[in-house]
């Protein structure tokens, strides 16, 4: 079995630190490097949840997408729930390792893992990475739909193809236009209109959409927006990071036990459709 530093050292080379934002907060969060690893759990967020979802598995590493403690912080006091995930985590040797804007501009990356959820061709990034001289890495993904169809289409595509959240899929736009080029984003993805509508797309798949941002993006062009939920565009990711992990074991003889979480940490948890929406109530 590998020791925790060489699977770090692995997963270090598929999204170097180095490559995220200066304001994240990647990297080990706990764990013992000469600890031996047997079993690697993948999901959205470092939650009790997740940890406890480990913990029944045996897994003796945990990668997640998104930082636990991404504004640093002062206590991992029990009393509080993030502290109580690094108590649980140490108490059972299992390590926290995250991956965070340096898997979002990776190749392949987040986005990409979306796109191939929704069976879209990539064609470039969208906002691309200036120090790739293979213009392969950025942030989201500029793709092609093969056949065209409508928006309203696209939308129900979504919905059946990420993972179900109580939000669904909300859509702006006209259900009825041709939908050829589509930009994604997984995750928060209004600060990226300029670049979308740059890009030429005939709409855009991403999550976490403001009410300003996208009354104004209506506005500008005929642009159809999908807003899904921001664990469910980031979900996929999970597999692919899982399946590039267990490619690199099976090279090195590891015999590594990959798995992805299935648990859902979207923090919603319902969902009430208004019974009219043809006017303001009286």
């Known amino acids: ?50 940890v406890d979802e480990a913990l029944k598995l045996g897994a003796d590493l945990v990668v997640t997408h998104h930082p636990l403690y991404l504004r640093g912080t002062t206590t991992v006091a029990a009393g509080h729930f993030k502290g109580r995930v690094v108590h649980t985590l140490i108490k059972h040797d299992i390590a926290l390792h995250v991956a ?14 979306l796109a191939g959820a929704l069976d879209l061709r990539v064609v470039r990034p969208l906002v691309p990475d200036a120090s790739d001289p293979s213009g392969r890495r950025g942030l989201g ?23 179900a959240t109580s939000q669904g899929i909300r859509v702006a736009g006209d259900l009825e236009a041709t939908v050829r080029t589509v ?15 740059a890009s030429g797309a005939d709409a855009f798949l991403t999550a976490d959409l403001r009410h300003h941002p996208v009354s104004e993006a209506t506005q500008h062009s005929p642009l159809g927006l999908v807003d899904a939920a921001h664990w469910a565009t980031e979900w996929p990711w999970c597999e692919q990071a899982a399946a590039q992990l267990g490619e690199i074991s099976d090279r090195h003889g590891w015999d590594l036990r990959v798995h992805v979480s299935k648990t859902v940490t979207d923090p919603w948890s319902a969902h ?8 303001a109530p009286n």
């Open 1 to 50: 079995m590998p020791r925790l530093s060489e699977v770090i050292a692995a997963l270090d080379a598929l999204w170097p630190p180095e490559r995220a934002e200066g304001w994240d907060a990647v990297g080990t969060v706990c764990g013992d490097p000469d600890a031996e690893v047997s079993r690697v759990l993948f999901a959205v967020d470092p939650v009790q949840d997740v």
């Open 100 to 113: 965070h804007t340096n898997a979002d501009t990776a190749d392949p990356g987040v986005s990409d893992a």
């Open 141 to 163: 993904r500029i793709c092609e739909l093969d056949p065209p169809m409508t928006l309203g289409e696209f939308a129900a595509r979504a919905a059946a193809r990420l993972p």
């Open 183 to 197: 930009a994604v984003s997984g995750g928060s993805g209004d600060s990226l209109f300029d670049a979308v509508r």
């Open 272 to 279: 009430h459709t208004s019974p009219s929406i043809d006017g």
